[in-house]
Each structure stands twice: as C-alpha cells, then as structure tokens.
C-alpha cells in the first residue's frame, strides 16, 4: 500500500501558494508599472532576489525571519502559527520561490497592454475594477496565464527553501520532490522512481490543459 | 453648448498653455504633430491633469484648480474618439457598444438603445464580429456607437482618419461630417492635416508648441492665416521675411521685390505668405520678371518652381501651382499677384525669438 501523503500534499502545497502568488504577483505588478522608474528599479530587484538566488539561500533567509528562535517566529508561535516544519510552511517557501515568475511575466505584459483602452473605458463610464477585469485582465491573458503555469510548475517542484525550512518528516511535510530525494538516498530507486513518474504525469496534465485552454480560445477567436 | 478651456501644465521642457472656447459645431485644433493638440483633449477628457487652469462645460466645471475641481473622467460625460479607435480587442461589437450603455439600467431600453446604434452607425450584422475581423471604418463607427450611446455632452476626435487608407479617408471625410453636421453637441477635433481641418470644422484654432497662435472661422483663417506658423499649417508654401516700406506696401529683401497690399499694414509685421495657387500671368499689381527652375508634375496640377530675377540662387525657389490645363506652353516672363492675396504675416507671442 503506498503512502500517497507526498501527492496531496505537493498538490495542496502548489495550489495554495499558485492562488496566492497569483492574485500577489497581479498586484505587485500593476502597481509597480505605474511607479517611477527609479522606485520601479529598486522594488523590482527586491521582488525578483528569490528568482536568481538559490533556493537554499532563500530558505536561509525565511529560518533567519521564521525560525522558531526569532523575534517574528516566536510572536508567531504565541497564536500558534508555526512556519517551521509544517506542511503550511512549504506554501510560504514555494510562495516565495514562485513569486518572481509570476511578477515579472505579468508585468511584462501590463505593461505592452494599450494604455488608451484603459483611458476609453474611463471617458465610456466604466468603473475601474470592470476595466482591470474585463479589460486590462482578458488583453494580458496570455502573460498571465503563463506566469501562472510558471509559478504553479515551480511551487510543485520547490524543494531548495522547502526542504530549509520544513525538512522531510513521512506523513506531515513529505512532498513529491523531497520524497524523491529522501528515498533516493536511502538506496529506494524503484520508490524513487515512482514519484518521479508521478511528478512527470502531473506535469505533462497541467501542460495539457494549457494548451487545450489555448486552443479553445483561439477557436472562439475565429467567426 | 459651450465648452471654456484654460490650462496650463508643464512636461518638462514642453509646456502647454492654451485657452479657448468652443461652440456647437466642429471645433479644429490644427497643428503638427507634438504641438500639445492630444494632450490638451486628455487634459479635457481627465486622463491627463492640468497644472492649474480652469475646463467647464456647458456650465459644468470640470477641473478648476483655484477651487480644487477634478472630476475623474467617468464623471464628465466627455466623448473621446481615440486614434486607433481603441476597441476592447476581447468584446465582440456588441459587448464594445454595450460598454457605452452600462449606466442604463433597463435591459428593454438599453437593447433599444442598442439596435438604434447599430441603425444608425450601419452595423447591422457585424453584432457579433470581433474588432480585429473589421476594416478601419467599420472600426471607427463601432468607436463612434459606443461613444455616442453614453450620450456625452462633448464629443472629441483625435486625428479620426489618421489610422485608415488614402482612398478610404475621403468617404468617411464625408459620412463623418454628415454624420455630425446635425448632431448639435460641441465636437473638438485634432488634427495635423489642413485638408480635414478645412473639410469639417466651422472653427479652426491653430496651434503650435503648447499655444493657439489663432483662432478663427474655418474660412476667415485660410484667407487671412496671420502669423508664419498658421500660415504653414493652412498649407501657405510661400513665406519670406518682410519689412514694411508704407502704409500699403512692404519690400520682401530674399526676392528683392516690393508688394502692395489690400490691406494697411500693422506693426510688428513678420514675413508675408504667397499662395502657390494664386500668380497670374497676365496684366495685374506686382508683377515682376521671373526665372523658371523646376517642374514638378502631379496627376492634375503642375507646379512650376521660379525665382524672382532679384532672388539670389542661395534662397529657395517660390512655387506657383496650377491646374495642369492651365500651364501655359510658353513660359511667362513675368508673373504678378493681386494686393488681396499678399498674407501679412506678425509675430506673435510664443515666437518671440527672432528666426
């Protein structure tokens, strides 16, 4: 019978930390457009660090805010949240990790959007959240939905930060690619092997729906 | 139906500072491109603010920085057609005129709304198309529906044929003008051709690095452009520096010749402006011998380069155009111009600066 907890809680881990990184990534991207260039540059080195460090760093520097011996660990602690050695705090690290994809595609695409479509919408009536949504959201559709992908492949497959800050404990932070490790090391090749086999299948599914998402919308593009 | 405009706002080295009002009617703000004429409809619009200055429309402030009036755009019911049209790419033609009637509540009246847009504006058919399956006027008169279903109290177009073929510029020239000739609202335009200018509006205010060197009645401004810069825009190709020798008279030193003038000449005079289309070759004031340069053909004009025989060969030869049935099959030696078609062109404030 094997233990199918490194699954969903990769799942879990990824879903989680995609929403979140979506809806963060959006916002610190539209606003970031619209800043002045040099707050822009600096706020964008800032955003992006996780993406060119190497994840153990990162991790590093999440134990250095959230170890338990911390002054925001412990503060933390006292409500009962606890970002060490739980699975909850795999999705702050792949959070952390997926951020910088998900900002910088979506910013690159707010800002090739068409700024006078936004400004027509305004001189037509329209509320700004119906222009973000209905507008701006639909005509940066491919960079976003991209991001996301991005940001969801990279959450599912962290394992740098994650293993820093949560380690491998069976059953509570197991996930697929520090299972993938853990058996591999303890000469499991066949155990090992069959995660990765799992990983791939959930890889090429997202890259499926992908592009079946892609092609419906170009059919629908067509009269 | 008025529209009062005075702003002020600084861009750097560029600053614009315009004023004006407008009537019902199309209203021209005609100048090159980077005079200021797009962001003063921005400034109008609210997508841009002004610096200080003040926007009312009939009646209704729209910006007034003494007492800290800012209307955000949504609010001040001011049409805006856009260069490229700016159709939501993602809408069919219907949802982009429907996001014109998202403040009517009633769904019976807003599909009434609706299908007399699409009467009005010919769309009929095209309902469910998307904008990048329809050709530029198709484009511009789902633009113009969508814009003209919220009913604004001010329609503003900015360069509207800019974004379309040659041949299809002057059908739509002719449909927008009928389309807008009983439309009773106030309509600003901008644009940097004197063809569209002189076609459809009633006013025309000439404008040139941030500033309105003139405005005047569409005619009125062709006949009598001013200053340099609006004789440029109305598409005066003759302009020389000129000095005034007497009360109806002025020497042009670049042509070396003497012109009398219809009217009294002012001061603070400039240059003076010849019209290529209006020499004449027979009897008639200030004629003086020419010599001939330069033909250049069109498909139905000829225009013929010459100098004055007093012109130095260093300044640029003077055109004089005319209908190619009318190009004589000898050269004439002298050519004259009637006082009435001398423009006496002044300084005006902005060129300050001597040329």
């Known amino acids: 019978m094997t233990d199918w907890y490194p699954l969903w809680n990769s799942l879990r881990i990824a879903a989680i930390s995609c929403a979140v990184v979506f809806f963060l990534g959006i916002f ?196 | 139906m008025s529209l009062f405009v005075d702003i002020h706002k600084s861009y750097g080295a560029f600053s614009l500072d315009v004023a004006f009002e407008a009537e019902s009617g199309i209203t021209c703000l005609l100048g090159a491109s980077g005079c200021g004429k797009s962001l003063t409809l921005k400034c109008i619009a609210g ?146 051709s004197r063809d569209e200018a002189y076609n459809l509006s009633r006013m025309i205010a000439v404008m040139d690095a941030g500033r309105i060197l003139a405005m005047n009645e569409t005619k009125a401004l062709f006949r009598n452009p001013g200053s340099v810069s609006a004789a440029i825009l109305t598409g005066c190709k003759n302009i020389a520096s000129a000095i005034r020798t007497g009360e109806y008279e002025v020497e042009v030193p670049e042509w070396g010749i003497r012109l009398e003038t219809a009217e009294p000449v002012g001061d603070g005079l400039e240059a003076v402006g010849l019209r290529a289309h209006y020499f004449n070759a027979g009897a008639g004031k200030n004629r003086y011998p020419v010599r001939f340069v330069e033909e250049m053909e069109e498909p139905f004009e000829t225009i013929l380069q010459f100098r004055y025989v007093g012109q130095s060969s260093e300044t640029p030869p003077v055109w004089w155009r005319l209908s190619k049935e009318k190009k004589p099959s000898v050269f004439p030696e002298e050519l004259g111009i009637a006082p009435a078609n001398v423009l006496l062109l002044y300084r005006t404030d902005s060129e300050r600066e001597p040329r």
């Open chain 1, 28 to 223: 610190f991207a539209y606003y970031a457009a619209r800043l002045p260039r040099i707050v822009k540059g600096i706020l964008d080195v800032i955003l992006t660090l996780p993406m060119v460090l190497p994840p153990t760093v990162c991790g590093y520097f999440l134990l250095l805010v959230f170890g338990l011996r911390r002054p925001i660990g412990l503060w933390l602690a006292t409500y009962g949240i606890r970002f060490v050695m739980t699975w909850y705090g795999g999705v702050l690290a792949a959070t952390v990790v997926a951020f910088p994809l998900m900002y910088r595609t979506a910013r690159g695409a707010f800002e090739a959007f068409d700024e006078t479509l936004a400004y027509s919408g305004k001189t037509l009536g329209l509320s700004n959240a119906f222009i973000f949504w209905r507008i701006r959201m639909p005509a940066c559709r491919q960079g976003i939905l991209a991001g996301t992908v991005l940001a969801f492949a990279r959450a599912l497959g962290e394992y740098g930060a994650t293993s820093m800050l949560i380690g491998y404990t069976p059953g509570r932070t197991a996930t697929i690619s520090t299972t993938v490790y853990q058996l591999w090391r303890t000469d499991d090749e066949r155990g090992a092997l069959f995660w990765v086999l799992v990983n791939l299948a959930i890889s090429t599914v997202v890259l499926l729906i992908v592009n079946l998402l892609e092609s419906r919308r170009k059919k629908a593009v067509k009269p």
């Open chain 2, 47 to 192: 997508i841009e603010t002004p610096d200080r200055g003040r926007i009312v429309l009939d009646g209704r402030t729209l910006f007034d920085s003494e007492i800290r009036v800012n209307l955000p755009p949504q609010k001040r019911r001011v049409g805006y057609l856009f260069q490229n049209y700016a159709l939501f790419p993602n809408m069919t033609v219907r949802e982009n005129i429907l996001c014109g009637l998202r403040s009517e509540k009633n769904r019976v009246e807003r599909e009434r709304k609706l299908q007399e847009m699409i009467a009005v504006m010919q769309l009929g058919g095209l309902e469910d198309r998307k904008p990048d399956e329809l050709s530029g006027g198709q484009q511009q008169r789902v633009a113009l529906a969508r814009i003209l279903a919220t009913e604004p109290a001010l329609l503003m177009l900015d360069e509207p044929f800019s974004a379309l073929d040659a041949h299809l510029r002057d059908s739509l020239k002719i449909e927008l003008r009928d389309r807008l000739v009983d439309y009773g609202k106030t309509v600003l335009m901008v644009t940097h």
